[in-house]
């Protein structure tokens, strides 16, 4: 079972781009997923993420207002899209599953994908 990121890439200041996150298998139906990002030098922290029944979303702080997620439930694929990109946005994007909630995702998803680049740059 994977989850597959794709969508990254260079674009300027104030621009968009939309990642992708398609899992493998339909065993994440009921699962919640989201995003995390990992900056040179830093930690890997939270995004945001999405609920399975509710659509109920959370965004980090830095995010919020910019950045949309949403799920195709029918294809269990998840979309991140990222508006007015910042150059602090620069990282490589992980989206992540959990069975327990939007609490078990930030605190430690079981599952993660493959990290795909995102730089903003001039």
């Known amino acids: 079972v994977q989850l597959q990121a794709s969508g990254g890439g260079l674009v300027q200041p104030g621009g968009s781009l939309r990642l992708s996150c398609a899992a493998s298998?339909?065993?994440?139906?009921?699962?919640?997923m989201g995003w995390f990002r990992q900056a040179p030098g830093k930690e890997r922290e939270f995004v945001g993420t999405?609920?399975?029944?509710?659509?109920?979303?959370v965004y980090a702080d830095s995010v919020k207002g910019r950045f949309t997620i949403s799920r195709d439930y029918a294809k269990t694929t998840v979309t991140l899209q990222m508006n007015s990109l910042r150059p602090e946005d620069t990282a490589v994007y992980y989206c992540?599953?959990?069975?327990?909630?939007?609490?078990?995702?930030?605190?430690?998803?079981?599952?993660w994908g493959q990290g795909t680049q995102v730089t903003v740059s001039s």
């Open positions: 298998e339909r065993t994440f139906s009921g699962y919640t």
């Open positions: 992540a599953a959990d069975p327990n909630g939007v609490n078990g995702l930030k605190t430690r998803p079981d599952y």
């Open positions: 999405i609920g399975w029944s509710s659509g109920y979303t």
